[in-house]
């Protein structure tokens, strides 16, 4: 009679859990429509953004798999003014790499679980958003064949998303590369577009 009550006790904590789960990803989902719907209205593909504006977008899209994760993120953005970009595919690259980053630090012990994001102007008059995670790393026969379309480490990934972020990257005239020290000692994505100042393309 104890078994079977601690069981019922255990399905409703487990039903309490999932309405949860339920209510935050439906909250998180509103998130993004309202984020669309912010950076849909201007008509013109490329528009002046602000980069540091973006990454914050990003983090919050991925806020919730980030939380559930028990992901700690740290923001090192350097004040930019903004560039001319195409902010849905720069916006798309972000998410992705967010998601990708908080599934690479599951085998992480939860206080240890790190991403930064780093945001700069580079030697060569580039900008530079950077995610660094102190994951499960990558290894360096792995480094080449990272953004192929289908390649994937994960049971249930499919492959897609880093290959479709390196060609936004290519589309919007930059690129995205991936470095690891190897299994076990994380990794860093980054992204480097153009610096175009709006008042120069003006």
């Known amino acids: 009679m104890i078994t079977l009550g601690q069981h019922v006790v255990d399905e409703r904590q487990e039903i309490i859990s999932l309405l949860e789960d339920v209510c935050r990803y439906t909250e ?3 998130d993004i429509v309202k984020l669309q719907q912010n950076h849909a209205r201007t008509p013109r593909m490329h528009a002046p953004v602000q980069l540091a504006e973006l990454v914050e977008d990003a983090l919050r899209f991925n806020a919730s798999g980030l939380s559930r994760h028990q992901v700690k993120g740290v923001r090192e953005l350097a004040p930019l003014p903004p560039v ?7 916006l798309m690259i972000l998410v992705n790499l967010n998601s990708n980053a908080q599934y690479a630090l599951d085998g992480v012990p939860p206080d240890e679980r790190l991403l930064t994001v780093r945001l700069a102007h580079t030697e060569n ?7 660094r995670d102190n994951g ?4 360096p026969e792995m480094l ?15 492959g897609f998303c880093l290959h479709s972020s390196a060609l936004a990257a290519q589309e919007l005239g930059g690129s995205l590369t991936a470095h690891s020290e190897g299994l076990g000692r994380g990794a860093t994505f980054s992204l480097e577009l153009p610096s175009v100042p709006v008042q120069e393309a003006a």
């Open 28 to 30: 998180h989902v509103g």
């Open 84 to 90: 001319l970009t195409d902010k849905h595919k720069a």
């Open 125 to 131: 008059h580039r900008i530079r958003i950077e995610l």
């Open 136 to 139: 499960m790393g990558i290894a």
């Open 144 to 158: 080449t064949r990272i953004f192929q379309f289908g390649f994937t480490t994960r049971e249930e990934g499919h």
